[in-house]
């Protein structure tokens, strides 16, 4: 478990007035994670949720798998669209307030699905999904902020975003109990219904010290206090608020110091999420249509293999602390790659099936953990939210492409084996490749720098 040695401590005198300067203690530590995680636990439930009952909506509204998959992809361009407003509200209104407005769009959006008459009605209710799907960026930035000093911070924070394995499992397995009984439309219902106390959990959590640091350095500057906005900035490490140039937003991310980080970054998540939405998303689409699973045994692959989605979780979050975190999801995604055209071309039968792509979302999913702590540390405090979302809404860039192309290869009558492997598995193998041309933040992990703040 991770130490608060490194806590911001008791308050100074009048710190009741100083929001910035309340102690950030083991209980406020462990509130945080715990909401942050059932948070995106419930927003993947419903993401994935999706992608399970696709072929139950195909089925019931007459699509073709190429149609199906057509579908998706136009509500997935409305998820990009919608995501396109997360960064501003993150860095504006702040963490807080931007976790309760996603989540609460999210499970407005989840509820509705179950109320869809056609293709259009799909494609423009799941367009706000694009909301509680970014909430990850929320826990990317936040999270960054309130474990500023805590030890095995990256490994605390992969138990946080272990959520996707675990709500993709709760998906799997719970859509295989009601399904018969409730049918697909009350099962985005019950989605809606979980996340309401979620939603009322996140109205007790703390902002960010940072965010109220920036947002006290801005107070100053304006009333002429100079010398008090440059203390607390040095304090925070948000000295770019003290320029007068400086003023954040989508300029200063594609700034010379920060552009090619920024573009490979942007990258990275647009071709890994090709996979992501071959593999995981479309998940019981691929093993139907590959390896000839019946959809019944494709839930039951799914939840098996996302116990190892959430073992992978861990683990990356782990080595990430200890080796660096480019490098662990340069590696992860190349290896997931592999084994992903392993499992697509080997002639499998159910049990090495099922260990292989396990395994491939212990690669593919796992890195994650590691990702988006990486690109809280990775941007300066007054675009943390921007440049992490300009990133993140890639994610959604890239289920569009993966999707898309998928539909091309399979309308061209070309086999599912090698319409995944060419929407799903060369694209995981590029993303680990372009993981070089980003900014490294651990080199070696996280080990030089606790030793150095602890002989200070």
Do not use: C
Not at 52 to 80: D, H, R, Y
Not at 99 to 117: P, Q, R, W
Not at 322 to 333: Q, S
Request: proline share 4%.
């Amino acid at each position: 478990m991770a130490s608060t040695s490194g806590d911001f401590g008791m308050p100074p005198p009048g710190a009741s007035a100083q929001p910035w300067r309340r102690p950030v203690t083991t209980k406020t530590i462990t509130y945080v994670s715990v909401i942050t995680f059932l948070a995106w636990v419930m927003s993947v439930y419903d993401y994935t949720l999706f992608g399970t009952l696709l072929p139950v909506l195909a089925k019931e509204f007459g699509w073709s798998t190429s149609g199906a998959t057509a579908v998706n992809t136009f509500a997935t361009i409305g998820v990009f669209v919608v995501s396109l407003v997360v960064g501003p509200i993150l860095d504006k209104v702040g963490r807080k307030k931007a976790l309760v407005v996603l989540m609460t769009g999210g499970a407005l959006a989840s509820g509705l699905t179950g109320l869809v008459a056609g293709a259009v009605s799909v494609v423009i209710i799941r367009s706000f999904t694009g909301l509680s799907l970014s909430e990850e960026v929320v826990n990317s930035v936040y999270l960054n902020e309130m474990l500023r000093k805590v030890r095995n911070r990256g490994f605390l924070y992969s138990l946080v975003q272990s959520g996707w394995p675990v709500g993709a499992l709760l998906s799997a397995g719970i859509t295989a109990l009601l399904l018969p009984l409730v049918g697909w439309r009350w099962s985005f219902v019950v989605a809606a219904v979980l996340a309401v106390p979620m939603i009322l959990l996140a109205l007790r959590l703390p902002e960010s010290p940072t965010f109220q640091a920036m947002k006290e350095v801005k107070r100053l500057r304006q009333t002429g206090d100079e010398a008090g906005a440059r203390a607390l900035a040095e304090e925070y490490d948000v000295p770019q608020l003290l320029q007068d140039a400086t003023q954040g937003g989508l300029r200063q991310v594609f700034a010379p110091d920060l552009r090619r980080h920024t573009i490979s970054l942007a990258l990275a998540w647009l071709t890994n999420w090709m996979g992501i939405q071959v593999f995981s998303v479309l998940g019981t689409t691929v093993l139907v249509g590959a390896k000839q699973v019946s959809f019944e045994n494709a839930l039951i692959v799914l939840v098996l293999s996302n116990i190892a989605g959430f073992a992978g979780y861990l683990f990356h979050g782990w080595i990430g602390d200890r080796i660096g975190r480019k490098l662990t999801i340069a590696l992860g995604w190349t290896v997931g790659g592999v084994i992903s055209i392993l499992m697509l071309v080997l002639p499998t039968g159910t049990g090495l099936t099922i260990t292989l792509y396990a395994l491939t979302l212990f690669f593919l999913n796992g890195p994650y953990a590691a990702m988006l702590f990486y690109m809280g540390e990775s941007f300066p405090a007054h675009v943390r939210g921007t440049g992490a979302n300009v990133a993140h809404v890639m994610a959604p860039l890239g289920g569009i492409a993966g999707s898309a192309l998928l539909s091309i290869l399979l309308a061209d009558r070309m086999s599912m084996t090698v319409a995944a492997l060419s929407a799903g598995s060369v694209f995981m193998l590029i993303s680990g490749v372009l993981m070089i041309g980003t900014k490294t933040t651990n080199r070696r992990g996280d080990r030089v720098r606790e030793q150095v703040e602890a002989a200070a």
